[in-house]
């Protein structure tokens, strides 16, 4: 995948230099075009020839025509560049040299059954190494998407999708480029949501009836006049001008309201629009991206018609600072009060569509994010699915590790289904707990893991691994591990839960924590959930002797060669017998 980066850093790197090149032209030629636009009016008034000034009608039709052309290029030029950005980032990512992504540090959850556990959000977490969103929603979504649990069905239609959209390389970053380039935050997105709902429920009919009927009897009093030629008409008609406006004066307020924020909301959905416009012309074939694509639309109309409107409606509005215009077309047809109609339809129309359309813009970026994370990990697999509550994962490995340096492991949970796990600190345990917790989580949203084979049935995941005490609700250590162990007995009441516990009950004597930890065990494997605990008390090992159909001893073994710690990282059968803490207390200097 690293050689298709670079071929993409290198085509959009020639296709920014071309489109630079005729960007700089076309400024080069609008300079000449405006030299010799002045030269044919100095040339007209001097000698009076029509010709001069007819060439200088033409010579402004060119100008405009490259200021269209020259705005365009502008946007192509920023997109290349854009794609040069994003394909320089994933190589500095895949080389291990930076990881230049937004982390979703906004969405740490102290108190997620998981999330925090696991190190989902912050510096150097799962979001910000798979995140390859840039708009406020795509962002949103793909952190309520990790923090979420689906049906097996849900699954399956994810994995399809992310499997699609993984082989759409340019789509996705053409999606994340214009996100990129859109700047959206959740103050933008915040104000298009209000707009959308203000105004609404209002009622303009007697308003909206003297709109059509003023025109009208205008009309007939203008053509009156100049049949008959009583000034009567003439009088009548003025009349109506100057009524006509005061009515806009009077709603003037409501206009310049919608004119004031309109500018605004105008650049925000047209950035919207192009995001709209590519997932509509692009052709999908798993039904989740078809079922997305398909609610671009309100009444058979594609989202994107729909925002061309919107955009026409604020710049017909923005016509009311053309004085004399705004005076004579108003006097004689409200016309500004259509438009304000015309606008309110829309909004009316549209204001739940829009939030429907934002959401596929996110969702679409949220399974792109996940579908890059597949791409640069071709190794990984899509597990199978099942609902027997069966678990069997071949090369398990935590998907934040280098390959190079990863050490995998195969987990079986079909015959006994929890683990006591034990081994010396840094022998891998709290790394093992992780991919599994990590992995799980992934198959539960429809991802790929970091393994070469699974069978899942996807189970909500509870985690207690970094339990830390509470200043603001005045909460010890030891009280806050208890309440999280409540939390997760009380959700393994509902359903089979996936648990991993890692070191319980530090917070309290040896006895005590020993007595503590065999009675969760004996708790939680009584409601049937799947799982494991990490413990340094081989007591707790013995357990396993009373419940040899639930309970299974696992270890990660160290040992001493050449007179240094020598981990493997390898998952054995058993428990852990060899002591690493006083060697290396020793080898130190401690003791």
């Given at each position: 995948?690293?050689?298709?980066?670079?071929?993409?850093?290198?085509?959009?790197?020639?296709?920014?230099?071309?489109?630079?090149?005729?960007?700089?032209?076309?400024?080069?030629l609008?300079?000449?075009?405006?030299?010799?636009?002045l030269?044919l009016?100095?040339?007209?008034f001097?000698?009076n020839?029509?010709v001069?000034?007819?060439?200088?009608?033409?010579?402004?039709?060119?100008?405009?025509?490259?200021?269209?052309f020259?705005?365009?290029?502008?946007?192509?030029?920023k997109?290349?560049?854009?794609?040069?950005?994003?394909?320089?980032?994933?190589?500095a990512y895949?080389?291990?040299?930076a990881?230049p992504?937004?982390?979703?540090?906004?969405?740490i959850d102290?108190?997620?059954?998981?999330?925090?556990?696991l190190?989902?959000?912050?510096?150097?977490?799962?979001?910000?190494?798979?995140?390859?969103?840039?708009?406020?929603i795509?962002?949103a979504?793909?952190?309520?998407?990790?923090?979420?649990?689906?049906?097996?069905?849900?699954?399956s239609?994810?994995?399809?999708?992310?499997?699609?959209?993984?082989g759409?390389?340019e789509?996705?970053?053409?999606?994340?480029?214009?996100?990129k380039?859109?700047?959206?935050?959740k103050?933008?997105?915040?104000?298009?949501?209000?707009w959308l709902?203000?105004n609404?429920?209002?009622?303009?009919?007697?308003?909206n009836?003297?709109?059509?009927?003023?025109?009208?009897?205008?009309a007939?009093?203008i053509?009156?006049?100049?049949?008959?030629?009583s000034?009567i008409?003439?009088y009548?008609?003025?009349?109506?001008?100057?009524i006509?406006?005061?009515?806009?004066?009077?709603?003037?307020k409501?206009?310049?309201?919608?004119?004031i924020?309109?500018?605004?909301?105008?650049?925000?959905?047209?950035?919207?629009?192009?995001?709209?416009?590519?997932?509509?012309?692009?052709?999908?074939?798993?039904?989740?991206l078809?079922?997305l694509?398909?609610?671009l639309?309100?009444n058979?109309e594609?989202?994107?018609?729909?925002?061309?409107?919107?955009?026409s409606?604020?710049?017909?509005?923005?016509?009311?600072?053309?004085?004399?215009?705004?005076?004579i077309?108003?006097?004689l047809?409200?016309?500004h009060?259509?438009?304000?109609?015309?606008?309110s339809?829309w909004k009316?129309?549209?204001?739940?569509c829009?939030g429907?359309?934002?959401?596929?813009?996110?969702?679409?970026?949220?399974?792109?994010?996940?579908?890059?994370?597949?791409?640069?990990?071709p190794?990984?697999?899509f597990?199978?699915?099942?609902?027997?509550h069966?678990?069997?994962i071949?090369?398990?490995g935590?998907?934040l590790?280098?390959?190079?340096?990863?050490?995998?492991?195969?987990?079986?949970f079909?015959?006994?289904r929890?683990?006591?796990?034990?081994?010396s600190n840094?022998?891998?345990?709290?790394t093992f707990?992780r991919?599994?917790?990590?992995?799980?989580?992934?198959?539960?949203?429809?991802?790929?893991?970091?393994?070469?084979?699974a069978?899942?049935?996807?189970l909500?995941?509870?985690?207690?691994?970094?339990?830390?005490d509470?200043?603001?609700d005045?909460?010890s250590?030891?009280?806050?591990?208890?309440?999280?162990l409540?939390?997760i007995?009380?959700n393994?009441?509902?359903?089979?839960t996936?648990?991993?516990?890692?070191?319980?009950?530090?917070g309290t004597?040896?006895?005590?924590?020993?007595?503590?930890?065999?009675?969760?065990?004996k708790?939680?494997?009584?409601?049937?959930v799947?799982?494991?605990?990490?413990?340094?008390?081989l007591?707790v090992?013995?357990?396993?002797?009373?419940?040899?159909?639930?309970?299974?001893?696992?270890?990660f073994?160290?040992e001493?060669v050449?007179?240094?710690?020598?981990?493997?990282?390898?998952?054995?059968?058993?428990?852990?017998?060899?002591?690493?803490?006083?060697?290396?207390?020793?080898?130190?200097g401690?003791?």
């Open positions: 995948m690293r050689e298709k980066y670079e071929e993409l850093l290198i085509n959009n790197s020639l296709d920014y230099q071309k489109l630079n090149k005729q960007y700089n032209f076309l400024g080069i609008r300079f000449l075009v405006i030299i010799s636009l030269a009016l100095i040339y007209y001097k000698s020839n029509v001069f000034l007819l060439i200088s009608f033409i010579a402004i039709a060119v100008f405009l025509v490259l200021i269209k020259h705005s365009k290029l502008s946007f192509k030029r997109l290349a560049k854009t794609l040069i950005e994003i394909n320089e980032h994933e190589l895949i080389k291990r040299e990881i992504f937004n982390d979703g540090s906004e969405y102290t108190k997620h059954a998981y999330s925090y556990d190190d989902f959000f912050g510096k150097d977490s799962l979001f910000q190494n798979i995140n390859r969103t840039a708009t406020y795509g962002k979504k793909l952190a309520a998407l990790l923090q979420s649990h689906l049906s097996n069905n849900d699954i239609q994810n994995q399809k999708a992310i499997n699609e959209l993984s759409k390389i789509f996705r970053q053409g999606i994340y480029a214009i996100a380039i859109a700047n959206d935050n103050d933008i997105y915040g104000k298009l949501i209000d709902h203000s609404q429920n209002k009622s303009y009919f007697l308003l009836l003297f709109s059509f009927v003023s025109p009208l009897v205008i007939i009093l053509t009156l006049y100049f049949t008959d030629g000034i008409f003439r009548a008609a003025t009349g109506l001008f100057l006509n406006i005061t009515v806009l004066i009077a709603n003037i409501a206009i310049k309201r919608e004119i924020g309109g500018s605004v909301i105008d650049k925000i959905i047209r950035n919207y629009s192009l995001l709209i416009k590519s997932i509509e012309t692009e052709n999908f074939e798993t039904d989740k078809n079922h694509k398909a609610k639309k309100n058979s594609l989202a994107s018609r729909q925002i061309e409107k919107l955009s409606l604020f710049s017909q509005l923005d016509s009311l600072f053309n004085l004399i215009g705004a005076f077309t108003n006097g047809a409200l016309y009060i259509h438009v304000f109609r015309n606008l339809k009316e129309r549209n204001n739940q829009v429907e359309w934002l959401n596929v813009i996110g969702e679409i970026e949220a399974l792109g994010s996940l579908a890059n994370f597949s791409y640069n990990n190794s990984f697999c597990p199978e699915l099942n609902d027997d069966k678990i069997e071949h090369n398990l935590h998907p590790i280098e390959a190079a340096t990863r050490i995998d492991n195969n987990v079986d079909s015959k006994q929890f683990i006591v796990l034990t081994g840094m022998s891998g345990k709290s707990l991919s599994l917790g990590v992995n799980m989580v992934l198959a539960g949203i429809g991802s790929a893991i970091c393994a070469t084979k069978n899942i049935s996807p909500n995941v509870w985690v207690s691994m970094r339990v830390s509470s200043l603001e005045n909460e250590y030891f009280f806050a591990e208890v309440k999280r409540k939390e007995m009380d393994s009441e509902k359903e089979t996936f648990i991993l516990l890692d070191e319980i009950l530090r004597n040896s006895e005590d924590k020993h007595i503590g930890t065999v009675e969760v065990i708790k939680l494997i009584s409601k049937g799947i799982g494991a605990i990490a413990t340094h008390d007591k090992c013995l357990t396993t002797d009373k419940h040899p159909e639930t309970l299974v001893n696992k270890c073994e160290v001493i050449n007179n240094e710690l020598y981990f493997d990282y390898k998952l054995r059968d058993g428990i852990c017998r060899n002591k690493s803490a006083t060697f290396l207390m020793e080898k130190m401690v003791i």
